[in-house]
């Protein structure tokens, strides 16, 4: 806040206590002045003039009341006066102020404006450079499209030149084929026969000889497949032989397996699952664990009664003989059997849960 407006507060605040208190004691001058009337005309003592009460009221009430009264009054005079004073102080400081701010603003805006101004002939160099690196690339771009079409049509007249040499060269070699004369297998075939034709001796002569070297061209072909034929099988052909009826083996079974496969899939109220491709693998997939599982459980159970049916004819034969001392270790083998039997049974279902989950989580 300035410090013109900060003394006008303080002397407004000032002026109003002053005021407050002149008003008071205003009032209190009225009702003592009253009361000093009333006693010199006698309407409360009865004493008309000034009485004792009355000089008492004059002395004690009114005179300093009065004094202070035109103290506060001149005081207030005086207060004002300054206030005046300050008032056109403070409205000549803010004309001075305002008109500081005119100026201010008055330069602000020219240099705004020579700013502006000179932003817009910095963007209007900008853009003309702009365009001229523009129109230079585009000169370039077309220049080298233009060297490169150029390029392109001498080899196009290159390639033009080396079809018609092409052309001739073809043209000349056909001409070339045409004169000479023909030596494919139908002229000499023919050229073959008219030579049997020609004389009575000398073209039997040729045909029995043609006939004589076929055969024996068509026996030197053919003996290979003759002594492969009459003679026995060898270890390779017993290799080849055992690979051969192995794979016709397995496509039998193959093709057994899968006829029975579709007729129980056909029969089985299953077909829907067909259409789902991941749910008819994971139906194949339970089938096949669930057949595995039967037949390892099979074989468990075989083997347990293997063992089962060897330990009661141990047993017998101890109980013939009167032999009790292998009774224990009949028991202790028995125990480890039985306890290998079932960590083989946790150990397979264990891990097909496992092929399981992961299979699901595939």
Known sequence: MAPGKLRLETLDKEMAKISADSQKIVTELNQWQTDFEREVNGQRSGIIGLG??????QEDQLTWRRAESARLSGVLDTMTKTRV????EIKTAEDGVNAA???KALADASKLK?????IDALRRQVQQQQADQFVGQQNSIRETLKAQIDAQLVQFNNLQAEITRLGTDEEARIAKIRDEPRRDILTQTLALHHLFDQGAEGGNFAFIAYIVLSLLFMLVDTIPLVVKF??????????????EVKFASERLAFLKGF?????QLVDSPFLHIT???PLERSLIEGVDRSRAAKAFLEHLMELEQTFQEKIRLEREKQAANGIAGKAEMLEEMASAFYADLRQRMESFFRDDSKRTSMT???
């Not at 004073?85 to 056109?88: F, H, K, N, Y």
């Not at 020579?114 to 000179?118: F, I, K, N, S």
């Not at 060898?234 to 290799?239: E, I, K, M, R, S």
């Not at 006829?259 to 007729?263: A, C, F, V």
Request: aromatic fraction near 6%.
């Open 85 to 88: 004073s300050i008032v056109a």
């Open 230 to 243: 009459f003679s026995k099988p060898g270890p390779y052909d017993a290799l080849l032989d055992c690979d």
């Open 114 to 118: 020579a700013e502006q101004d000179r």
């Open 275 to 277: 259409q789902n491709r």
């Open 52 to 57: 004792p009460r009355a000089k008492s009221i």
């Open 101 to 103: 701010l005119d100026a």
């Open 259 to 263: 006829d029975r496969y579709m007729k």
């Open 360 to 362: 699901s989580r595939a």
